[in-house]
């Protein structure tokens, strides 16, 4: 009779939607989050990797702030009404309706609280590896509709709280993306004051379509 290792088999890689809904549900339920994070940024055509860190904070529905401080400052700002990159060191800001994001970009939606992952991927366990070292869940998603901004999505989860951990993001041109969160807090009052950007005097404004 032939004998199989148990973990051939874990019961938790039965289902992968059971994983996806418990992501879903987590982020459906969080009034407000904020993280540390690390963004790294492969840009293939000139064989070069930016890395850039800071702080971001999400507050439901449809609110968010990236907060770059290293290695220059700068601000992305999305309400429900207006999305703001302001770069400080060049004295610009950019301003955009946010319907236009939130139309375009999926996953903004997600972070948002108002898209379905399920909706916009196909999503699998990665192969050939379903967990890392810790145990936290690796998925990969790969969307219902092609564009040359997302090729495909890759995720990391947290096991216990159904988090992202990390996530990438490839294009059709093989440039990557990859974001790590660290330093998770849930639901601590985040003020939607921190979510209304005005520039500062003498930046230049650029208003994007």
Do not use: H
């Not at 702080?55 to 290293?70: A, H, I, R, S």
């Not at 399920?118 to 967990?131: C, G, L, R, S, V």
């Amino acid at each position: 009779m032939l004998s199989l290792p148990l973990c051939v088999f874990p019961e938790e890689l039965k289902v992968v939607e059971d994983v996806v809904q418990k992501l879903q549900n987590s982020y459906e339920k969080t009034k407000d989050l904020k993280a540390d994070f690390i963004q790294e940024a492969n840009i293939k055509s000139i064989k070069k990797t930016e890395t850039e860190e800071g702080k971001v904070f999400f507050k439901n529905p449809g609110n968010m702030l990236w907060e770059y401080t290293k290695p220059k400052g700068k601000k992305l700002v999305i309400n429900s009404q207006m999305a703001w990159l302001y770069l400080a060191d060049e004295k610009v800001a950019y301003k955009q309706k946010s319907e236009s994001i939130f139309q375009s970009k999926f996953l903004i939606n997600f972070f948002a609280g108002t898209g379905k992952l399920q909706n916009d991927f196909i999503i699998k366990y990665a192969e050939p590896k379903a967990y890392d070292k810790d145990g936290n869940y690796l998925l990969v998603l790969t969307p219902r509709e092609k564009t040359a901004a997302c090729n495909s999505v890759k995720m990391t989860i947290d096991k216990r709280k159904f988090y992202i951990l990390q996530i990438n993001f490839d294009d059709v041109l093989g440039n990557s993306t990859m974001l790590k969160f660290t330093n998770i807090s849930i639901n601590t009052g985040i003020s939607q004051k921190i979510f209304q950007f005005r520039p500062p005097s003498g930046v230049q404004i650029f208003e994007m379509l």
